[in-house]
């Protein structure tokens, strides 16, 4: 069964400036959910939803308000700030509500009267708001689904003949990760303390990381959640997902290198995780649906995929040190990861484990074949050893004051955007107090 | 400095029944937090907050609202069934908080009148209520601090010349916890499935975890925060520290030896992680400050210690078959753990990780020397060699219908106990849904 409608209509237009732009992210055909806040808007600097056309926000908690729109009936869904009661309501209102936003969008089809006037008044222009997190994220579980990505860390760390763990074909392989420091794309990422021992020392010292790194990922928002000690299947756990966004799983490789046996990554990974303010809905990816790569050994029935779960998305890494202009450093897509997020989620409840939404699954390091198409500094420096031409001089790994950021799009009959994921390092704390 | 002061007086009487025998977990000095419900009350089953007390729980929700105890000023602390807005006050309102719940329940020194009135009518029994999760934990981290345990593990499970890894003396290793599936002592654990493979199979298969074990663990709960960026130092993050719990992290260990390399325990550990339900403070638990083991080798500046930052506490582990007696399989003491929770907790913010109120620590598990003080049945069966007798059979990994209990209490003048955790196995599901 097609999952695709006419708000997959190509050739569907908006009457909201710039939303029929080839070069939009965000064209009607998108509709990406988001939180922000106006300066000086007289309303407090209240953090409010929204959903991204061209090149305005529209105002999702003021039509609530106003009654243009109630997807939650009686309940106010749009009220505080985070999309998570919104998802919570499960995906036959999520595409309810898309319907109806595209139809109040929509120039063949637009609103007249009081209702076009709320909702001309409902827009903002995006430059005049400042973007939130979009969702309270309690769990952050991050992925390894990349196997050119596990190969080549594989080889570097571990044993170069053996480079994939037995496991990995089997399992998508995950971890719990730190959902505090989880921060939407603009915040600054300090450069993170820890224990350093080079392979000759005798001990650690404390120090500054001298390997940071980042990480394109993409990150699937779980929209509905599953009970307690009740697993999920694929077709389940595909349907749960609400949208995606853009990751950077900012990592520290010299902290990583030292703490991470036998329990996995901690503080190298804790100190920032940084993502896309839009959420880009699975509904609006539906026509850029694609297979995972074939099997190299059979998986186990639980994971099986009746339909291709995975995504056609490009994705573009740029590095621009403090005061010079970006380079992009990786040119990759995510429809060459091995495991889907579907089969990410159905694994991740296989035990019993209990699924909330706003819960956020990172990809893991989104790496091509090619060395131009590697997802971290690590593998496009080769831990390193081949320094990395940027305007005004080489990177092995960041520096103060250097900005990474993140784009991710669908090409076809219009641009399916999930707009930059960027941060700026800066430099360490002095120290820890006594 | 001795942060001693009259509410540790052994002498100290409290008029409300029960709290006076010398076998209650609860007498005066004591003064636990946990979260309650009274089914047909007539309250629709509100989570109210409450200390318990001899054989009693003192009502503090009612009393705020009645305006005997106002921790929070205007602000209603203890209104929504959590303790996470009361820890977040910080650690003089704690104290100040302590001293005024030990004033009104004193033998020497009642309140009169109304106030005694109001302070009567808000005890409620304790074997008419229900226990809830104290606290809402976003984050929980597992640490992995006895020697001991981490010896006996990697002598089981990779080099026995090389047990204890080169970074376990140096490092408080721990690992990302999931939180979502943190219940409290009385809820059922249903046994996972997972992905299992043996050591001569070719490919893994789907199943019920045929080695389900328990871990004696003890759970500190983070009363107040640091931003990202900020580490702690150790003093302070001993003062951060609200209080403690018993925990029991439930691991599946054929699920575990599987997945876990290189990225850490997932699956094995996500169906359930039990606690109990009265969080003992920090406050209550000064009398029996005691120091952390000798060191092996020297610890890096910002993990020392300038007072003894472990707690003498007896801990005991009973497991009963269904419709058996229980019989206690493992006496052990948490002075014994290497690392304290405020070095966890330092050590956990070196990075610059944001820690919030309600964040849980596990201690890892809490072996000593000894073989029947092992925290778990894997070290105390050595991974099923060494069947244990229990009431009607023996025991290798734990089998449906089991009941695990820990208990845990500080022994001196008075006992400062921590009630019971316990948990219950239900059979694993049927399969995973198509």
Request: with cysteine; proline share 7%; charged share 20%.
């Amino acid at each position: 069964m097609s999952r695709l409608d006419e708000t997959h209509d190509p050739a569907r237009r908006s009457w909201v400036e710039g939303a029929n732009d080839a070069s939009t992210d965000f064209p009607i055909q998108n509709l990406p959910y988001g939180a922000f806040s106006r300066d000086g808007s007289g309303d407090g600097g209240a953090v409010r939803i929204g959903v991204a056309i061209g090149s305005q926000v529209l105002d999702l908690t003021t039509l609530e308000e106003q009654g243009v729109l109630r997807p939650g009936g009686d309940e106010a869904v749009f009220a505080d700030g985070t999309l998570n009661a919104f998802m919570a309501l499960g995906a036959a209102t999520w595409r309810q509500t898309r319907h109806r936003i595209a139809d109040l969008l929509d120039a063949a089809n637009a609103p007249t009267g009081d209702e076009r006037a709320q909702v001309s008044r409902a827009l903002v222009p995006m430059k005049a708001v400042r973007m939130h997190m979009p969702v309270f994220v309690r769990g952050y579980t991050d992925f390894y689904a990349s196997r050119e990505h596990a190969t080549n860390v594989g080889t570097m760390f571990r044993d170069p003949d053996n480079a994939l763990m037995p496991n990995w074909l089997h399992i998508p392989i995950g971890y719990n990760g730190r959902a505090s420091t989880v921060v939407v794309s603009g915040t600054d990422i300090r450069r993170p303390l820890g224990q350093l021992k080079g392979p000759q020392d005798d001990a650690p010292r404390l120090g500054a990381s001298a390997k940071l790194d980042m990480e394109l990922e993409l990150g699937a928002i779980v929209g509905t959640g599953n009970p307690m000690g009740q697993p999920l299947g694929t077709a389940q756990a595909y349907d749960n997902i609400f949208g995606y966004v853009l990751l950077n799983d900012w990592s520290a490789r010299d902290i990583q290198v030292w703490e991470y046996q036998p329990l996995g990554p901690f503080q190298s990974k804790a100190f920032g995780t940084s993502i896309s303010p839009w959420i880009v809905t699975r509904d609006a990816l539906e026509p850029y649906r694609a297979p995972t790569p074939e099997r190299v050994k059979p998986l186990l029935p639980y994971l099986e995929e009746e339909t291709p779960n995975n995504f056609d998305i490009r994705l573009e890494v740029d590095l621009a040190p403090q005061g010079q202009a970006a380079t992009t450093i990786s040119r990759t897509n995510y429809k060459y990861m091995y495991y889907s997020a579907a089969q990410q989620l159905a694994h991740h409840t296989l035990s019993g484990c209990a699924m909330e939404p706003g819960d956020l699954l990172g990809s893991g390091t989104i790496s091509g074949v090619a060395k131009d198409s590697f997802g971290s500094l690590l593998e496009l420096t080769w831990n390193g050893r081949d320094p990395l031409p940027v305007e005004g001089g080489t990177r092995t790994f960041l520096e103060d004051g250097d900005t990474v950021t993140l784009r991710g799009w669908c090409e076809g009959d219009v641009r399916i955007g999930f707009g930059a994921c960027s941060g700026t390092i800066l430099p360490a704390p002095d120290g820890v107090p006594a």
